[in-house]
């Protein structure tokens, strides 16, 4: 039935925004929601083909019956455009808020897509990466401009939380190494499983990264 898969799309966008990671493009989906309008375009220029060579030209009061049908099938197209758009702004702002939160979204897409393929992927289709080549373009432009817009401040962290913090200084235990840091106080080596008291603005990006664990 037409509006089928443009609904299951608007089902699948509307989990896409209580999920922490990105699930994998419905390629297949989007495909067959194009052929649909496609398939209905097609439809509706068969109904007017008749009156081309009609100097009157098409009249709904006379061919009521052929107005209706074309009414449905621009309104079919009408709502598969709109799940399509809706499908890819649900996306593209969960891409935004990522590169905002300073993840690494290309390199990480392939893991999540292995962790959420089997889970978002119920219609069968085998994606083996989270991003369309499209999406993927994006992110790096939207990168590239974020760079460019924080570099004019460089003395401030654009990207960290807008709630100030309730302690000056936090406990944290290293989950991954990160190396060397400079801090206020000076240079610290974040090694695996060390624990450190430090200022929470010297660390608050790599907490949000994943690098480090914030104890109570």
């Given at each position: 039935?037409?509006?089928?898969?443009?609904?299951?799309?608007?089902?699948?966008?509307?989990?896409?925004?209580?999920?922490?990671?990105l699930?994998?493009?419905?390629?297949?989906?989007?495909?067959?929601?194009?052929?649909?309008?496609?398939?209905?375009?097609?439809?509706?220029?068969?109904?007017?083909?008749?009156?081309?060579?009609?100097?009157?030209?098409?009249?709904?009061?006379?061919?009521?019956?052929?107005?209706c049908?074309?009414?449905?099938?621009?309104?079919?197209?009408?709502?598969?455009k709109?799940?399509?758009?809706?499908?890819h702004?649900?996306?593209?702002?969960?891409?935004?808020?990522?590169?905002?939160?300073?993840?690494?979204?290309v390199?990480?897409?392939?893991?999540?897509?292995?962790?959420?393929?089997?889970?978002?992927?119920?219609?069968g289709?085998?994606?083996?990466?989270?991003?369309?080549p499209?999406?993927?373009?994006?992110?790096?432009?939207?990168?590239?401009?974020?760079?460019?817009?924080?570099g004019?401040?460089?003395?401030?962290?654009?990207?960290?939380?807008?709630?100030?913090?309730?302690?000056?200084?936090?406990?944290?235990?290293v989950?991954?190494d990160?190396?060397?840091?400079?801090?206020?106080?000076?240079?610290?080596?974040?090694?695996?499983?060390?624990?450190f008291?430090?200022?929470q603005g010297?660390?608050?990006?790599?907490?949000?990264?994943?690098?480090?664990?914030?104890?109570?």
């Open positions: 039935m037409h509006g089928d898969l443009a609904y299951k799309l608007a089902q699948h966008a509307k989990r896409t925004q209580s999920l922490t990671y699930p994998p493009y419905q390629t297949e989906v989007i495909r067959a929601i194009v052929r649909e309008v496609r398939d209905l375009d097609k439809n509706v220029l068969g109904l007017f083909a008749p009156f081309e060579s009609s100097s009157a030209g098409f009249n709904p009061s006379a061919e009521p019956a052929i107005a049908n074309v009414l449905v099938n621009h309104l079919c197209m009408r709502r598969d709109r799940c399509l758009l809706a499908y702004r649900v996306r593209a702002e969960k891409l935004e808020a990522l590169v905002w939160a300073g993840e690494e979204v390199e990480n897409s392939a893991t999540a897509s292995a962790t959420g393929t089997e889970q978002e992927n119920s219609d289709a085998a994606n083996h990466h989270s991003l369309s499209e999406e993927e373009e994006y992110v790096r432009q939207f990168g590239d401009m974020l760079a460019s817009y924080k004019q401040w460089t003395n401030i962290d654009l990207t960290g939380s807008l709630e100030p913090p309730k302690d000056l200084f936090v406990d944290v235990r989950l991954k990160a190396g060397e840091i400079q801090t206020e106080y000076g240079a610290i080596t974040l090694s695996k499983n060390s624990q008291w430090v200022r010297d660390v608050e990006r790599l907490i949000t990264q994943g690098y480090l664990q914030k104890l109570s």
